[in-house]
């Protein structure tokens, strides 16, 4: 069990530019969730995969933001044309199908728009 | 709609002392709640969490919390508290649908501070 990783930890871009951002789950996980997290706040919910069938993305902030897991196993997040206000911490995490909603987070991806 | 609140933003404690964080929530079910803590620079860590049966559960680095449906309380305690343990904690409500769990609702999070 090598843990949720995200890559990359860090990106710095300018404003109107596209980000992807990467999530490699826990290998026998069968869910992986995105949350995106600001200063002084907690954790807000985006999108959630089971396996490859993306099961919620009404929550994504805005047709800009875009998720795929196209093998079911890491997945990406995409903002494209990013804005100041999406500046913040974005969160992987994952869970198996029987441990009653245990999920593991990654590290984080801190984006900063200039 | 499920939501969480914390009431403290920050609470300071001496070392050695115990310690109390407050948790309520709104959920129209029986609710999966969670506690995770974050230190600076670091991911989400798992503390503790409350599905069903005994409603105080254990959980690691001492800590533990009281489920309360009646108050629709989840305070998470710890008995003495080490300089290691100042971080950020949030509590979190989630549900559980056919082949795992949705989405967690985190509440806004206490920033805890140890004092010597």
């Known amino acids: 069990d090598t843990g949720v990783s995200q890559d990359p930890r860090h990106k710095i871009t300018k404003r109107g530019q596209n980000v992807t951002f990467r999530c490699d789950p826990i290998?026998?996980?069968?869910?992986l969730y995105w949350y995106r997290q600001t200063l002084g706040q907690g954790p807000e919910f985006l999108t959630y995969?089971?396996?490859?069938?993306?099961?919620?993305k009404s929550r994504l902030l805005s047709d800009r933001f875009s998720a795929e897991r196209p093998k079911g196993s890491f997945s990406t997040l995409e903002i494209q044309r990013t804005e100041q206000g999406d500046s913040a911490m974005y969160l992987c995490?994952?869970?198996?199908?029987?441990?009653?909603?245990?999920?593991?987070f990654g590290p984080g991806t801190r984006l900063t728009v200039t | 709609a499920q939501s969480v609140t914390q009431p403290d933003i920050h609470i300071t404690v001496s070392e050695g002392a115990s310690l109390e964080l407050r948790c309520n929530y709104s959920?129209?079910?029986?609710?999966?709640l969670f506690w995770y803590v974050q230190s600076p620079g670091q991911g989400l860590q798992l503390l503790l969490k409350?599905?069903?049966?005994?409603?105080l559960v254990q959980g690691i680095k001492g800590f533990e919390a009281e489920f309360k449906r009646s108050q629709s309380s989840f305070n998470l305690r710890k008995p003495s508290v080490h300089w290691s343990d100042a971080a950020e904690y949030f509590c979190?409500?989630?549900?559980?649908?056919?082949?795992?769990?949705?989405?967690?609702?985190f509440g806004k999070g206490t920033h805890l501070i140890i004092q010597p």
């Open positions: 995490a994952s869970s198996y199908r029987d441990r009653r909603g245990e999920q593991y």
């Open positions: 290998s026998e996980h069968n869910r």
């Open positions: 995969f089971q396996n490859e069938a993306q099961l919620e």
């Open positions: 959920y129209g079910a029986t609710p999966y």
């Open positions: 409350y599905f069903s049966g005994d409603t």
């Open positions: 979190a409500v989630g549900s559980y649908s056919g082949g795992g769990a949705d989405g967690l609702t």
